[in-house]
T-cell receptor, first 113, second 110 residues
């Protein structure tokens, strides 16, 4: 497809479990971003990558959250020991370069019971 | 950090009406984007407009960077314009992350 894709679209898990969320950026985009959106609010930044390296992870709320992009394309956001407060829509975006227009995927809705 | 304020928070229009949405930001920016979040949650790019004026069909946007605000104009509104409109900025000399406002929730009635 031409746009950013994210899988799964929905994820329901139990408190304490581990989850992985996947993002496929637009082909050729070198920059990839993760955001989190809670109900009724605007998206909040988590982390971004330029190539394979995390250039800014200042938005990750704590050390239970981790993201990788091993080959500079697909990225995985990993959440350990999930808590009910982690429930949100996790959005991925990509851009040609770091200072270019960002395009968003449809998001993964995470629900922690 | 930079503050992004959008107004009004909520707006109800009759189909065919025009509207202006405002985004104020508290610091100099290098990047400003307007998005429409549809009822299914997808963020749709409207404008990439760090400065100046752009038009796309019934929508247009103006950013006055020196005065730290941007305006989104919707003319002849349609029911499909309903949703939440977000302004997002990247602060100058800072990380490449976008900082979002809290959005304007628009409902267009038939």
């Amino acid at each position: 497809g031409a746009g950013v894709s994210q899988t799964p679209s929905n994820k329901v898990t139990e408190k304490g479990k581990y989850v992985e969320l996947r993002c496929d950026p637009i082909s050729g985009h070198t920059a990839l971003y993760w955001y989190r959106q809670s109900l009724g609010q605007g998206p909040e930044f988590l982390i971004y990558f330029q190539g394979t390296g995390a250039a800014d992870d200042s938005g990750l709320p704590n050390d239970r959250f981790f993201a990788v992009r091993p080959e500079g394309s697909v990225s995985t956001l990993k959440i350990q020991r999930t808590e009910r407060g982690d429930s949100a829509v996790y959005l991925c975006a990509s851009s040609w370069g770091l200072d270019s227009e960002q395009f968003f995927g449809p998001g993964t809705r995470l629900t922690v019971l | 950090g930079i503050q992004v304020e959008q107004s009004p928070p909520d707006l109800i229009l009759q189909e065919g009406a025009n509207s202006t949405l405002r985004c104020n930001f508290s610091d100099s920016v290098n990047n400003l984007q307007w998005f429409h979040q549809n009822p299914w949650g997808q963020l749709i790019n409207l404008f990439y407009i760090p400065s100046g004026t752009k038009q796309n069909g019934r929508l247009s946007a103006t950013t006055v960077a020196t005065e730290r605000y941007s305006l989104l104009y919707i003319s002849s509104s349609q029911t499909t314009d309903s949703g939440v409109y977000f302004c997002a900025v990247r602060r100058m000399d800072s990380s490449y992350k976008l900082i979002f406002g809290s959005g304007t929730r628009l409902l267009v009635r038939p």
